[in-house]
């Protein structure tokens, strides 16, 4: 079973003013095109999602009030992932997007989303402006522990307009630690922070990272890639990484299918080789892309 588990969408209505500057600053920043970035709907995924092979998919609702002026509610937006799981109940595992700085109404959406709406976790949008280890959220994670939620957490970088010194992996471990039945999963394996996040996943046994966003790294920076997947196996191990894409950031670099292949035909460049390190077994390429989410999340 293949997974995929981080994704984004959106709508041409949820696609506000905001919103667009930091797609188009994207778009510039990376050289992407603009129509791949904009497009994010549900039709489009489960075409591009059936065209790699993949069997589910975690989608991300945001919550960016905070700093991003929107044309719908954060509510809205998860009603519309509420809608999306409805049309595909087979494909979509949902998380809302909840501002945990929403205090008492935060945790009012969390029941309403995970009791009625059937998400099965949360997404910290940490760029806009909070460490996730505040006290102050103590009482929203007390009801996540007791609703049997995930949390994803964004770390590590975001675009332009974003606060980077929020999403420091180090920041996920005092709540990984004083919530040990909360699963966590680390975005984009803390890059930058890639060492800091490993260590968090190490030393915790109920944190996870997944590879979203690595797209570039293994279409243009191989080694270190491969680099920071090894370390990963090595240290936290194979059974804490998770695939992901980012969906559709990164589909200018890589298609669903291509980042797929990508992940089932790894091979370790030469030089690599030549040290003595083993290549990714077919039993680790399978628990990447999706063995190590269907344990995660009891499918
Ligand atoms: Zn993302």
């Known amino acids: 079973m293949i997974i995929d588990a981080h994704c984004h969408f959106w709508e041409a209505d949820l696609v506000s003013d905001d919103f667009k500057e930091v797609l188009s600053a994207i778009a510039k920043q990376f050289n992407f095109e603009y129509s791949l970035l904009s497009n994010g709907d549900a039709e489009r995924l489960i075409r591009e999602?059936?065209?790699?092979?993949?069997?589910?998919t975690v989608l991300l609702a945001l919550d960016g009030e905070f700093i991003f002026r929107s044309r719908v509610t954060y509510k809205e937006y998860n009603d519309l992932l509420a809608k999306y799981m409805r049309n595909y109940p087979d494909r979509f595992i949902g998380f809302a997007g909840i501002d945990p700085r929403r205090g008492e109404e935060a945790i009012k959406e969390l029941e309403r989303c995970i009791?009625?709406?059937?998400?099965?976790?949360?997404?910290?949008?940490?760029?806009?402006?909070?460490?996730?280890?505040?006290?102050?959220?103590?009482?929203?994670?007390?009801?996540?522990?007791?609703?049997?939620a995930t949390i994803l957490c964004h770390t590590g970088l975001g675009p332009t307009g974003t606060?980077?010194?929020?999403?420091?992996?180090?920041?996920?471990?005092?709540?990984?630690?004083?919530?040990?039945?909360i699963n966590f999963i680390m975005a984009h394996i803390g890059d930058p922070w890639t060492k800091e996040a490993i260590a968090v996943a190490t030393k915790n046994s109920n944190v996870y990272l997944d590879i979203s966003a690595w797209e570039p790294h293994l279409k243009m920076a191989p080694f270190a890639f491969y680099e920071t997947l090894i370390e990963a196996k090595m240290t936290c191990g194979i059974n804490k990484i998770l695939f992901g894409t980012d969906w559709p950031l990164f589909t200018s670099i890589l298609s669903l299918k291509e980042y797929v292949d990508g992940i089932k035909?790894?091979?370790?460049?030469?030089?690599?080789?030549?040290?003595?390190?083993?290549?990714?077994?077919?039993?680790?390429k399978n628990k990447i892309l999706g063995e190590n989410a269907k344990k995660l999340f009891g499918l």
């Not at 998400?119 to 007791?146: A, I, N």
């Not at 606060?163 to 039945?181: G, I, M, N, S």
């Not at 035909?265 to 680790?284: A, N, Q, V, Y």
């Open 163 to 181: 606060y980077l010194k929020y999403c420091r992996p180090v920041y996920v471990d005092k709540v990984a630690t004083d919530f040990p039945k």
């Open 265 to 284: 035909k790894m091979k370790l460049p030469p030089p690599m080789k030549m040290m003595g390190l083993p290549e990714f077994t077919e039993d680790e």
């Open 115 to 148: 009791n009625d709406l059937g998400c099965s976790g949360v997404k910290f949008w940490t760029l806009t402006g909070f460490y996730p280890d505040d006290l102050k959220f103590y009482p929203f994670y007390e009801r996540v522990e007791e609703l049997g």
């Open 49 to 56: 999602m059936d065209e790699a092979g993949i069997d589910k």
